[in-house]
């Protein structure tokens, strides 16, 4: 009972933020994220982060917003005023390239000013954008006020293939 207690107390991430930042801080309230939503590259530009950004702002602007009818459309539009319009990309390192010395740590941050994502690389960002994906909540389009300082936690992504107690065609171990 206890722990029940003491783990309900503390503030949680919301449902989804998948894997569970290194560090959250809720700062309170919520952010509306305004119909056209886009991204801004306030640092390094490249391909691959103006492909993300593409990607992203499809995820975030779901196909359920472009379904709104004139009636309502016009009225998120009014609301839209107060929303947040755009998420500021900050990449400090020009380098694409991905191996074991890639720095992916990224800091977010969040609230009804201002949406910012800071990294050293262009993966880095992705996660934040991915971070920011998953905290909008549906259908309000709107996310909580925080602060998120991630990374990876291991310098590589590993899976196991239990071939002892498991058959699996060559075919499939090399897909994998």
Do not use: W
């Given at each position: 009972?206890?722990?029940?207690?003491?783990?309900?107390?503390?503030?949680l991430?919301?449902?989804?933020?998948?894997?569970?930042p290194?560090?959250?801080?809720?700062?309170g309230?919520?952010?509306?994220?305004?119909?056209?939503?886009?991204?801004?590259?306030?640092?390094?530009?490249?391909?691959?982060?103006?492909?993300?950004?593409?990607?992203?702002?499809e995820?975030?602007?779901?196909?359920?917003?472009k379904?709104?009818?004139?009636?309502?459309?016009?009225?998120?539009?009014?609301?839209?005023?107060?929303a947040?319009?755009?998420?500021?990309?900050?990449?400090?390192?020009?380098?694409?390239?991905?191996?074991?010395?890639?720095?992916?740590?990224?800091?977010?941050?969040?609230d009804?000013?201002?949406?910012?994502?800071?990294?050293?690389?262009?993966?880095?960002?992705?996660?934040?954008?991915?971070?920011?994906?998953?905290?909008?909540?549906?259908?309000?389009?709107?996310?909580?006020g925080?602060?998120i300082?991630?990374?990876?936690?291991?310098?590589?992504?590993?899976?196991?293939i239990?071939?002892?107690?498991?058959?699996?065609?060559?075919?499939s171990?090399?897909?994998?």
């Amino acid at each position: 009972m206890m722990l029940a207690v003491a783990a309900a107390s503390e503030p949680l991430p919301p449902p989804g933020l998948v894997p569970q930042p290194r560090s959250i801080t809720y700062s309170g309230g919520s952010v509306t994220l305004a119909p056209r939503f886009t991204f801004v590259s306030a640092g390094q530009s490249s391909a691959i982060l103006s492909a993300a950004f593409g990607r992203y702002v499809e995820l975030i602007n779901a196909p359920e917003r472009k379904l709104l009818n004139r009636s309502s459309a016009a009225a998120s539009e009014a609301a839209a005023g107060a929303a947040l319009h755009t998420c500021t990309v900050d990449v400090s390192l020009p380098s694409l390239s991905l191996d074991l010395e890639t720095d992916e740590s990224y800091t977010l941050d969040l609230d009804a000013n201002k949406c910012t994502i800071a990294a050293k690389t262009v993966f880095g960002a992705m996660h934040g954008m991915e971070s920011l994906a998953q905290l909008v909540q549906r259908p309000n389009f709107t996310a909580p006020g925080v602060r998120i300082d991630d990374g990876p936690r291991f310098p590589f992504r590993a899976t196991m293939i239990d071939t002892a107690r498991h058959y699996y065609p060559l075919g499939s171990i090399l897909q994998q």
